[in-house]
């Protein structure tokens, strides 16, 4: 039997790293799940935790807002197994303290949105029959959504291409550089822009791969892995601890979408919060929370 092959980005830490865990522990010795990190000391600290937990993840070196790095994890993976069984595309960052608008919403985009696309664009070519790609977006989507304009909300709702949404990201980048992005009707959040972003990205990937004869029973969807106690969120932790989950909490959405069965064909290119579809560009959901 070939060994299922399983890339989980940015996963040193947090949900990432319980992703990894979850992995590991699913797959056992019928698995190579590879831990990446853009940092080696950090991922392989990450990995020797694992390991004296009994694991056995692999590492590789992986930076989302580098191409070439992609590329690299990309040919080593097809040399040494031939393709891909499961991407998630976990990686991201939020900004602490209050830096410029402009330079958090170059950021934002670039890493958590351009980072997924690029990583989907890299891998797809290498995905095997059955493989699942999975994006840790966030809830925040459609809270930015909800405040901005209804044209805006219109032009997410009608994005057609890939194209179409890094437009829209690109649009609201410029808007922070002057400094009128709000009264342009956007949200004053580059990490909720951006988070949306994801989520149209996937809307548009889903329909594509569906189109795409070369692959057979290949899921795009993203997710929100909910209100998780980590490096991210550290900072917030005094006033909401009670309501934040564990990282391993925060890891089963991911990792239900990474290992939908075979044949599924209901979920592909949505959003998902506890293991629900949110579609939140139909209608109301209604009230929105993490948790
Ligand atoms: N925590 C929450 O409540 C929550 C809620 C909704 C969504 N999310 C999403 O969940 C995902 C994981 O976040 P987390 O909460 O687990 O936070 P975290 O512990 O800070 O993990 C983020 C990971 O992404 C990595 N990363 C950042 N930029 C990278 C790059 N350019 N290349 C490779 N790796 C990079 C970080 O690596 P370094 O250690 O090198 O910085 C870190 O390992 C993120 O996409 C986040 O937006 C989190």
């Known amino acids: 039997m070939s060994l299922k092959v399983a890339v989980v980005t940015g996963s040193n830490s947090g949900v990432g790293l319980a992703i990894v865990r979850a992995f590991c522990k699913h797959f056992g010795e019928n ?3 590879y831990l990446t990190a853009r940092n080696e000391e950090r991922g392989m600290q990450a990995v020797e935790g694992l390991k004296k ?4 993840p692999r590492f590789h070196l992986l930076d989302v807002d580098d191409v070439s790095s992609m590329e690299k994890l990309r040919d080593d993976i097809k040399t040494e197994h031939g393709g891909l069984d499961i991407l998630v595309n976990n990686a991201g960052i939020a900004y602490k303290g209050n830096p410029p608008m402009s330079e958090q919403a170059a950021g934002s985009v670039k890493t958590n949105y351009h980072g997924v696309r690029l990583m989907t664009d890299t891998f797809l070519p290498i995905i095997r029959d059955g493989g699942r790609i999975t994006h840790v977006a966030s809830m925040v989507a459609p809270m930015t959504y909800n405040k901005m304009s209804k044209e805006l909300q219109q032009r997410f709702k009608q994005v057609s291409s890939v194209q179409d949404v890094t437009n829209l990201m ?12 709000v009264k342009k009707g956007w949200a004053d959040w580059a990490y909720g822009t951006s988070k949306l972003g994801v989520v149209a990205l ?13 692959k057979k029973d290949v899921l795009i969807n993203c997710c929100c892995p909910g209100y998780v106690a980590t490096g991210m969120t550290a900072h917030h932790k005094g ?9 391993d909490q925060g890891a089963d959405t991911p990792v239900y979408l990474s290992l939908l069965p075979a044949g599924t ?6 959003l998902l919060s506890k293991r629900q579809v949110k579609d939140f560009f139909a209608g109301d959901i209604g009230p929105i929370t993490f948790n």
Not at 170 to 181: L, P, S, V
Not at 265 to 270: A, F, P, V, W
Request: proline share 2%.
């Open 265 to 270: 064909t209901n979920i592909q290119g949505k």
């Open 53 to 56: 937990e009994g694991l056995n």
């Open 31 to 33: 698995g190579a799940v």
């Open 170 to 181: 690109n649009e609201f980048i410029e808007a922070t550089k002057t400094g009128d992005h």
């Open 202 to 214: 996937t809307k548009i990937q889903g329909e594509n791969i569906i189109k795409d004869s070369s």
């Open 239 to 247: 006033d909401h601890s009670k309501t934040m989950i564990t990282p």
